[in-house]
């Protein structure tokens, strides 16, 4: 699976859009962006994914860029409740591997 | 609801014990998985099974053992053969549909090794 790469951590204003960006060079044609989160002792939930095109749903947008280098999920209106870790991963949508293979992520704090 | 159930949340185990960790998951998911958390990083793949009666060792098998004689439980044992348990450990599930693999986790165990 490609590597991807994300800042160790960021901040966000309450209310205010929080753009989290992610490398993933070495991505392949038939590999999706996926992204989870964690908030503190739970286990991950499932955000939002995609192959090359924009995705929107009720948590997030996801951005793609044209070669496929790299994306950014938009949380629009962050809240206190959005602080967690956050993680990219790339995978294939076909094939044997079932695994999801989880980084470090970024760890986002919403402040008041 | 649909969902994964994981217990016990906490677990406190002496040393050259063995435990096993519960999971199950009512969601009709053919795959499921065991992960492990330490301080401050990301999940490490232990085990995951695709179907019943099948599974493969992960990234750090050494000192666990599973098994997945229905699709609905994957329970994980920590032998006394794994070093260093005291971890937090978390579940899940994935339906096996092709291009989507978004998996579904339970809400963690979290053992000490006393």
């Known amino acids: 699976d490609a590597k991807t790469t994300q800042p160790p951590s960021m901040d966000c204003a309450e209310g205010r859009a929080a753009n989290l960006p992610c490398n993933h060079s070495t991505i392949s044609g038939n590999e999706y962006v996926y992204w989870y989160r964690q908030i503190h002792s739970q286990g991950p939930q499932y955000i939002i994914h995609g192959l090359k095109n924009n995705e929107t749903n009720e948590m997030a947008s996801l951005i793609i860029t044209e070669d496929r280098k790299s994306s950014t999920l938009i949380l629009p209106h962050a809240t206190l409740r959005d602080t967690a870790v956050y993680y990219c991963i790339v995978r294939p949508s076909r094939g044997s591997n079932y695994k999801l293979t989880f980084g470090k992520g970024t760890l986002l704090t919403v402040n008041p | ?114």
């Not at chain 2, 793949?45 to 695709?50: A, D, H, K, M, V």
Request: aromatic fraction near 14%; hydrophobic fraction near 25%.
């Open chain 2, 1 to 114: 609801d649909g969902g994964i159930t994981q217990s016990p949340k906490y677990l406190f185990r002496k040393e050259g014990q063995n435990v096993t960790l519960s999971c199950e998951q009512n969601l009709n998911h053919d795959a499921m998985y065991w992960y492990r958390q330490d301080p401050g990083q990301g999940l490490r793949l232990i085990y995951y099974s695709q179907i019943v009666n099948d599974f493969q060792k992960g990234d750090i098998a050494e000192g666990y053992s599973v098994s997945r004689e229905k699709k609905e439980s994957f329970p994980l044992t920590v032998t006394s053969a794994q070093k260093n348990p005291t971890a937090f450990y978390l579940c899940a599930s994935s339906p096996w549909t092709e291009g989507y693999y978004g998996y579904t986790f339970g809400s963690g165990t979290r053992l000490t090794v006393v």
